[in-house]
Antibody, heavy 117, light 112 residues
Framework: EVQLQQSGAELVRPGALVKLSCKAS????????MHWVKQRPEQGLEWIGW????????IYDPKFQGKASITADTSSNTAYLQLSSLTSEDTAVYYC??????????WGQGTTLTVSS | DIVMSQSPSSLAVSAGEKVTMSCKSS????????????LAWYQQKPGQSPKLLIY???TRESGVPDRFTGSGSGTDFTLTISSVQAEDLAVYYC????????FGAGTKLELK
């Protein structure tokens, strides 16, 4: 069974850095592009970027260049999203998702990130 | 950047009604080589992760009820629910993957 299990909720201080994880089971992440999506409270979905875990190549939405860094560890079948210089604007639920051809067929359950002093 | 515009932003309907919602892109999503439109629809129920409904504008994902139909090509797309059920209360997003990825702002479906 395909599953994407995301790490637990985070409460972090402004200016800090956080790394969220997305552990895949039921498939090999090397065979798919893995994506991250942001959703602020009561807002819509924003695409952050993707990684090709086979070679580590990444593509980001320009809005998230310098803010987000996506990595993957194929040995643990896990994708990561690191966010730096956190502000209240980064408070959101972050989802990982698997892309097949052009669509997201599986999503993680989401990780809630709260940035607050 | 490709901008995705969805309308209406919210819709109140009664169970059993037919619903139509629109998604327009700022440029064509039709890939001339594959002849496919790189447009997908997702459903997000309260407190849940989004779920894939339709891809390539009109291909229904496995397990999605056939009351959901996607149509359109180029820049204009439509999601139709032929007979709304209570469990269809959700926000519906379109997403383009022709050039990077962009989501529309969503259409919130509410029941009267």
């Amino acid at each position: 069974e395909v599953q994407l299990q995301q790490s637990g909720a985070e409460l972090v201080r402004p200016g800090a850095l956080v790394k969220l994880s997305c552990k895949a089971s039921g498939f090999n992440i090397k065979d798919y592009y893995m994506h991250w999506v942001k959703q602020r409270p009561e807002q819509g979905l924003e695409w952050i970027g993707w990684i090709d875990p086979e070679n580590g190549n990444t593509i980001y939405d320009p809005k998230f260049q310098g803010k987000a860094s996506i990595t993957a560890d194929t040995s643990s079948n896990t994708a990561y999203l690191q966010l730096s210089s956190l502000t209240s604007e980064d408070t959101a639920v972050y989802y990982c998702a698997r892309m097949i051809t052009t669509q997201f067929d599986y999503w993680g359950q989401g990780t809630t990130l709260t940035v607050s002093s | 950047d490709i901008v995705m515009s969805q309308s209406p932003s919210s819709l109140a309907v009664s169970a059993g009604e037919k619903v139509t919602m629109s998604c327009k892109s700022s440029q064509s999503l039709l890939n001339s080589r594959t002849r496919k439109n790189y447009l997908a629809w997702y459903q997000q129920k309260p407190g849940q992760s989004p779920k894939l409904l339709i891809y390539w504008a009109s291909t229904r994902e496995s397990g999605v009820p056939d009351r959901f139909t996607g149509s359109g090509s180029g820049t204009d797309f439509t999601l139709t629910i032929s007979s709304v059920q209570a469990e269809d209360l959700a926000v519906y997003y379109c997403k383009q993957s022709y050039n990077l990825l962009t989501f529309g702002a969503g259409t919130k479906l509410e029941l009267k």
